[in-house]
């Protein structure tokens, strides 16, 4: 059975900086790309960043560019999020989720339970 | 980066089949066979019910179906049941190895 589970969220100040970690089980976390999607309270889904099997692609929504950070680690089965330069507008509920398995693998098959990211003064 | 456009809220009496739209561009939706559609319950993570337009993972209900013409991707409940009761997304793949999800659609089973 496939597995993700976050840590890492928390309450921190405008212009602050956390990590978020997704810890993996279940499959061979080294043959799927990674996705972190994030909810603002109340509010729908955003795809924030995506990251390939290797580690060598990386992409991110225009709004996180140069502030956050994908980054993983096969040796233990780990997706992390270094977030930076944090505001308001980063307050989420964010997500992991694996890359899907059937057809164009073009969606996501599993989904983390989320780690409550607070952002306030 | 432009969300998908889908309607607020949808709903229909138990039994009725409903039909949630979900309107791109010709750099996502009408680009790629690539629309997945998800539900989620409060509180909860999101679960796919759809995946490359038309196909369901196994375990989902075949109430559940999914289309695509042009811009536009479409995701219908047949036999509307309350544990359809839930906020549906959908996203597609976009040019640029990007990714757009909907705003969502709150269904209510009345």
């Known amino acids: 059975e496939v597995q993700l589970l976050e840590s890492g969220g928390g309450f921190v100040q405008p212009g602050g900086s956390l990590r978020l970690s997704c810890v993996a089980s279940?499959?061979?976390?080294?043959?799927?790309?990674m996705y972190w999607v994030r909810q603002a309270p109340g509010k729908g889904l955003e795809w924030v960043s995506s990251?390939?099997?290797?580690?060598?692609?990386?992409y991110y929504t225009d709004s996180v560019k140069g502030r956050f950070t994908i980054s993983r680690d096969s040796s233990k089965d780990t997706l992390y999020l270094q977030m930076n330069s944090l505001s308001v507008e980063d307050t989420a509920v964010y997500y992991c989720?694996?890359?899907?398995?059937?057809?164009?693998?073009?969606?996501?098959?599993?989904w983390g339970q989320g780690t409550l990211v607070t952002v306030s003064s | 980066q432009s969300a998908l456009t889908q309607p607020a809220s949808v709903s229909g009496s138990p039994g009725q089949s409903i039909t949630i739209s979900c309107t791109g561009t010709?750099?996502?939706?009408?680009?790629?066979?690539?629309v997945s559609w998800y539900q989620q319950h409060p509180g909860k993570a999101p679960k796919l019910i759809i995946y490359?337009?038309?196909y369901r993972p196994s375990g989902v209900s075949t109430r559940f179906s999914g289309s695509k013409s042009g811009n536009t991707a479409s995701l219908t409940i047949s036999g509307l049941q309350a544990e359809d009761e839930s906020d549906y997304y959908c996203?597609?793949?976009?040019?640029?190895?990007?990714?757009?999800f909907g705003g969502g659609t709150k269904v209510t089973v009345l």
């Open positions: 989720a694996k890359r899907g398995s059937r057809g164009t693998q073009f969606h996501y098959d599993s």
């Open positions: 279940g499959f061979t976390f080294s043959n799927y790309a």
């Open positions: 990251i390939s099997d290797s580690g060598g692609n990386t």
């Open positions: 010709s750099s996502d939706i009408g680009a790629y066979d690539y």
């Open positions: 490359d337009v038309s």
């Open positions: 996203t597609s793949y976009r040019s640029g190895s990007t990714w757009v």
